[in-house]
C-alpha cells in the first residue's frame, strides 16, 4: 500500500491529512493560519498592483495615465485592501494564529471552529470587496468621509462598507480567541511572567480589536443605512453632523494603527533577543508598554482632526494625549536596542529586518511627533508628509516586522530553510527601496502637496520621481521573498526543530510541528528568553 | 537657485515664521534622535557581533534607565507640545480688527465675497500686512482652505462656518489647495492667493467693485424676501429687533442663553425654531432650500452691519483712497 511507504515519515500538520476538504474544514489553527497566509497575500498584491498604479500616475505632475475617477478609486482601494484585507490579519491571523498556542504550550486556540469561521468570514468580506472592485470600485478615500461617502460619490460605498463592516467580524473573532487562550491555555507553569513577549503584544492587540472594531462596524452601517435608507446621521441640511463621522471612524482606525504595529513589535520581541543571544533588556517594560499602547491608543482619536473645526481645548488635550502615547513606543525602542549590547550578534535575515524595524519605525514614530504638535500639524496635516509617516509605521514598522517574522518562523511553518543569502539580498532591498520611496515625500509634504491629488504643480516632480524610482524597487524586494520561499518548499534544506537555537516554546516540538503541537503538554521551569542556557546556532546548518 | 528642486516652501504669512521655526526645532531634534538610534545599533552590532569565544552578557535590564528615558523624551515633547499649542491658539483667534471675506466651497470650486462688495473664484486678491479673516462654509462636501505659503489650513464644512485668518508678509502669488479629498476634481479645486501692495490692493478694488458691499446686496435681499415684515428696524415687530444682535447674547424661550455669531443666525435662516428668542412664538417660517449659501452670506453681513463696531470694515485703511492706480498684471 501506498500509505505504508509515508507512514514511516514523521507525521506533522502538513502530511497529516491531504485533499482539500482537510484543508477547508480544518481546525487546526496552524493550516488555518496557512489559509490566512494565502490570502493576505493575495490581497497584498493587489493592493500592491494599485500602489503601482498610483506612483505611476505621479510620475508626471499632469494627470494622463487614468482619469480622475479611476486614479480615485486607485488610492481608495490600495489604501481599504491594505489596511484591512492585509495589515489587520497580517502579523495576528498568520504568525499570531500559527504560534501562540505553541508559545504558551497549548494544543490550539480556545476556539478551533470559531477561528476557522473567522477564516470564513474574512474571504466573504474578501469576495464581497472583489465584487465592489470588479463591478467598478469605491473612490471614497479609505476613510469614507461624510457626506460625500455618504451623498454625493456614485461608487461602489454600500458594497465596500459591508465587505469592512463583515471583515471586522473576523477580526473581533480572532482578538476574542487570543484573549480566552491566553488566558486559559497557558501549560503548566506559564506564569504571564514568563509569557513571551510575542504573546503580551498580541494580548494587547486582541484587546483593541474587540473593543475598537465594534464601533468602525457600526459607523459604516450608518453610512451606509444613510445612503440606502436617507437617515440623515451625517446630513447637516437635515440636522445630521458630518464630522460626527470623523470621531466615530478615528475612535476605531487610529486604534488600528496600534492593531498594525503591536504585532510587528511582538515580532521584534523575540528576533532581537534571539540574534544576541540575551534575556530581553527590561521584560516588564516592554510588556506593560504593550499594555499602555492599547490604552491610551483609544484616547488620542481627535488628532486627526485638528483642522476639522473641533475645540480649541479639546484640541489641546488630544495633543498632549498623543504625545503621551509615544512614551512607551520609545521606550520599547530603547529596551529592544538596549537588549543588543553586550550580545553576541548575528546578521541573520531576520536580525537584518529587526535593524530596519528599529530604524524606520523610529522615523515614523518621530514624525508623528510633527503631527501631534498642534501648530505644525496644521501645515502638515492631509499633504504628503502625513501619508510618509504612516507608511514609515505602516509599511516600514509593520510589513519590516511581517516579513522578519516570516523569515524567523519559516523553519517551523514549512520545515525547511530558506537560502540565507538570498535573504540577507532582499532585506537590504526593502530597506533602500523603501526609503528612497517614502523620504522625499516628508519633504514633498512639507512643500504643500496635499494628498490624494491626481495632478499637482510641476514644482513637485522631483520628489515624486524619486518615490516612483524607489516603489519599483520596493516592489522587486517584496517580489525576491515570495520567490525563494516557494522555491525553498521543495528544494530549501530540512529544518531542524530550532535552528536558531531560540527559547521559545515553539522551537521546543517538530519543525513542522505536530496537529497537536506537542506530544506530551510541555511544563515550563524556566524564565523567558534564558539564552544563557542556549547553545550558539550551528551557523553551517543556517547557510545554505 | 533650486528652481526645480524646491526645498523650503516659501514663508508668506506671519503664522508662517513661527510654524518654520517650530518645524526646524522639531526636525533637529528628530534628526539627533534618529542619527542616536541608528549609530548605537550600528556600534553595538560591530562591537558585539558573534565571534568565537566571546559569549553574550545577560543583563536583566534596569530600573533607572526605563524612568530615565521614558521621563526625559516626555520632558522634550512638552516643549513641542506648548511650542505648538501657542501657534494653535493664535492660529484660531483672529483679531478683532481683522478683514472679513466670507468663502463658499462646492465641487469643485472657491467662491469669495468681500465685504466691500467684489467677488472672486479661485482667486482671493489681500493686502500685504493686514489681518484677514475668512468665514468659510461648503455648500456640499467637506473641502479643506490651504495655503501653504502661509501655513494655514481649515476644514471647510457643510452647514456651518469655520474661520480662518492670516496676515500676509510678502506680496506675491501663492497656491491655494483643497485638501480634503471632495470628489472626481478635487486635485483641480485649486487656486491663488495673490497678496498685494495696499495701494495696488485699494486699485484693484476699486476696478472690482460691483455696484455696493456685501451688506447692502444683504439689505436689498432682505427686503425682497419680505424679512422687513416681520423684523421690523426699530420698532418690535413680530420677529425680534435685529440692530445690535450681532455678536451680543440672546435670551432664548428655553432659558438658554446664545452668542449670536454667524452660526446662530444661519441656524435660525434655515432652522428658524432650533432657538427662538424669548418672548417670541416660534412663527417663522424656514428659509431651508430658498437662500443659497452666498445669499446667506449676504443677509449675514447685512445683520452684522446693524449691529455697533461693525467687524469687518475698512480693509483698505492706511491707504490712498480715490486715486490709486489701475492693478499691476496678474
Known amino acids: ?544 | 537657485m533650486f528652481d526645480n528642486l524646491p526645498l523650503w516652501p516659501t514663508a508668506a504669512s506671519s503664522h508662517a515664521r513661527y510654524e518654520d521655526w517650530l518645524f526646524l526645532f522639531l526636525t533637529v531634534v528628530s534628526a539627533a534622535m534618529t542619527v542616536l538610534i541608528f549609530v548605537v545599533i550600528a556600534i553595538f552590532a560591530m562591537k558585539f557581533r558573534r565571534r568565537h569565544g566571546r559569549e553574550a552578557t545577560q543583563i536583566e535590564g534596569s530600573l533607572l534607565l526605563e524612568i530615565g528615558w521614558s521621563v526625559a523624551p516626555l520632558g522634550v515633547m512638552m516643549l513641542m507640545f506648548v511650542g505648538g499649542a501657542v501657534l494653535y491658539f493664535v492660529m484660531r483667534t483672529p483679531p478683532r480688527d481683522s478683514a472679513q471675506v466670507y468663502v463658499v466651497a462646492k465641487q469643485w470650486m472657491w467662491k469669495l465675497q468681500h465685504m466691500e462688495g467684489p467677488r472672486e473664484i479661485n482667486q482671493l486678491h489681500v493686502p500685504v500686512d493686514r489681518d484677514v479673516e475668512l468665514i468659510m462654509t461648503s455648500q456640499d462636501v467637506i473641502h479643506s482652505f490651504y495655503v501653504p505659503a502661509f501655513r494655514v489650513k481649515q476644514d471647510v464644512i457643510p452647514g456651518r462656518y469655520t474661520t480662518l485668518w492670516f496676515r500676509a508678509t510678502r506680496p506675491g502669488t501663492y497656491h491655494l489647495f483643497c485638501a480634503q479629498f471632495c470628489g472626481t476634481m478635487h486635485s483641480g479645486m485649486i487656486g491663488e492667493v495673490v497678496v498685494m501692495e495696499p495701494r495696488d490692493y485699494q486699485a484693484w478694488m476699486l476696478n472690482a467693485a460691483p455696484s455696493g458691499t456685501l451688506a447692502q446686496s444683504g439689505m436689498t435681499l432682505f427686503q425682497q424676501l419680505g424679512c422687513n415684515t416681520c423684523h421690523v428696524s426699530e420698532t418690535q415687530g413680530r420677529g425680534p429687533v435685529l440692530k445690535g444682535v450681532f455678536g451680543n447674547p440672546v435670551q432664548l424661550d428655553d432659558g438658554r442663553t446664545v452668542i449670536a455669531d454667524e452660526n446662530y443666525i444661519r441656524e435660525s435662516i434655515l432652522v428658524p425654531a432650533a432657538k427662538v428668542v424669548s418672548g417670541f412664538k416660534p412663527i417663522m417660517p424656514s428659509w431651508q432650500g430658498q437662500v443659497n449659501e452666498e445669499q446667506l452670506n449676504e443677509l449675514i453681513a447685512y445683520i452684522k452691519s446693524l449691529s455697533p463696531a461693525p467687524a469687518g470694515e475698512a480693509v483698505t485703511s492706511g491707504a490712498p483712497g480715490g486715486t490709486a492706480p489701475p492693478p499691476p498684471a496678474q
Open chain 1, 1 to 544: 500500500m501506498a500509505t505504508a511507504v509515508i507512514s514511516t515519515e514523521r507525521k506533522n500538520y502538513i502530511n497529516a491529512e491531504y485533499g482539500i476538504r482537510s484543508w477547508l474544514l480544518t481546525t487546526d489553527h496552524k493550516r488555518i493560519a496557512l489559509l490566512y497566509l494565502l490570502s493576505i497575500t493575495f490581497f497584498f498584491f493587489i493592493g500592491g498592483f494599485f500602489a503601482l498604479l498610483i506612483r505611476l500616475e505621479l510620475l508626471t505632475p499632469a494627470g494622463d495615465l487614468m482619469t480622475a475617477d479611476m486614479y480615485n478609486k486607485a488610492f481608495t482601494m490600495h489604501g481599504q485592501i491594505m489596511v484591512f484585507f492585509f495589515l489587520i490579519p497580517s502579523i495576528p491571523a498568520v504568525l499570531g494564529n500559527f504560534l501562540i498556542p505553541m508559545m504558551i504550550g497549548a494544543k490550539d486556540l480556545a476556539f478551533p471552529r470559531i477561528n476557522l469561521l473567522s477564516w470564513y468570514i474574512y474571504v466573504a468580506a474578501g469576495a464581497l470587496y472583489i465584487y465592489c472592485l470588479a463591478t467598478g470600485g469605491v473612490d471614497t478615500g479609505w476613510t469614507f468621509y461624510t457626506p460625500y461617502s455618504s451623498l454625493f460619490s456614485n461608487t461602489r460605498v454600500v458594497e465596500a462598507g459591508l465587505s469592512i463592516f463583515i471583515v471586522g467580524f473576523s477580526s473581533i473573532l480572532t482578538g476574542l480567541n487570543f484573549v480566552v487562550t491566553v488566558h486559559r491555555m497557558r501549560a503548566p507553569g506559564m506564569t504571564w511572567s514568563r509569557l513571551p513577549l510575542f504573546v503580551w503584544s498580541h494580548y494587547a492587540t486582541s484587546i483593541i480589536m474587540l473593543l475598537g472594531t465594534p464601533v468602525i462596524a457600526i459607523t459604516l452601517v450608518l453610512v451606509v443605512l444613510e445612503r440606502t435608507l436617507n437617515l440623515g446621521i451625517f446630513d447637516p441640511s437635515r440636522g445630521g453632523d458630518p464630522v460626527l463621522f470623523q470621531h466615530l471612524f478615528w475612535f476605531y482606525s487610529h486604534p488600528a494603527v496600534y492593531i498594525m504595529i503591536l504585532p510587528s513589535m511582538a515580532v521584534m520581541s523575540e528576533i532581537i533577543p534571539c540574534f544576541s543571544r540575551k534575556r530581553i533588556f527590561g521584560y516588564t517594560f516592554v510588556a506593560m508598554s504593550s499594555i499602555a499602547i492599547a490604552a491610551i491608543g483609544f484616547l488620542v482619536w481627535a488628532h486627526h482632526m485638528f483642522v476639522a473645526g473641533i475645540s480649541l481645548y479639546s484640541a489641546l488635550v488630544f495633543s498632549f494625549l498623543s504625545f503621551l502615547v509615544a512614551v512607551p513606543s520609545a521606550v520599547k525602542v530603547f529596551n529592544w536596542t538596549a537588549t543588543m549590547y553586550k550580545g553576541s550578534v548575528s546578521f541573520s535575515t531576520p536580525m537584518l529586518y529587526a535593524m530596519g524595524f528599529i530604524g524606520l519605525f523610529t522615523i515614523g514614530g518621530l514624525t508623528g511627533l510633527f503631527l501631534a504638535t498642534l501648530g505644525v500639524d496644521v501645515h502638515v496635516h492631509d499633504t504628503y508628509f502625513v501619508i510618509a509617516h504612516f507608511h514609515y509605521v505602516m509599511v516600514g514598522g509593520a510589513v519590516m516586522g511581517y516579513l522578519g517574522g516570516m523569515h524567523f518562523w519559516w523553519p517551523k511553518i514549512s520545515g525547511r530553510m530558506y537560502p540565507e543569502g538570498w535573504g540577507r539580498l532582499a532585506a537590504l532591498i526593502v530597506f533602500i527601496g523603501f526609503n528612497l520611496t517614502f523620504f522625499p515625500q516628508f519633504l514633498v509634504g512639507y512643500l504643500g502637496m496635499p494628498r490624494r491629488y491626481w495632478q499637482y504643480p510641476p514644482e513637485y516632480q522631483v520628489y515624486n520621481v524619486l518615490s516612483t524610482a524607489g516603489a519599483s524597487i520596493l516592489a522587486v524586494g517584496y517580489l525576491l521573498p515570495m520567490v525563494y520561499l516557494l522555491w525553498s518548499l521543495r528544494y530549501g534544506k530540512p529544518a531542524p526543530d530550532n535552528p536558531w537555537q531560540a527559547t521559545g516554546l515553539e522551537w521546543r516540538t517538530a519543525s513542522p510541528p505536530p496537529t497537536f503541537n506537542f506530544d506530551e503538554t510541555p511544563e515550563v521551569t524556566w524564565e523567558a528568553y534564558e539564552y544563557d542556557t542556549m547553545p550558539l546556532p550551528d551557523e553551517v546548518t543556517l547557510e545554505r
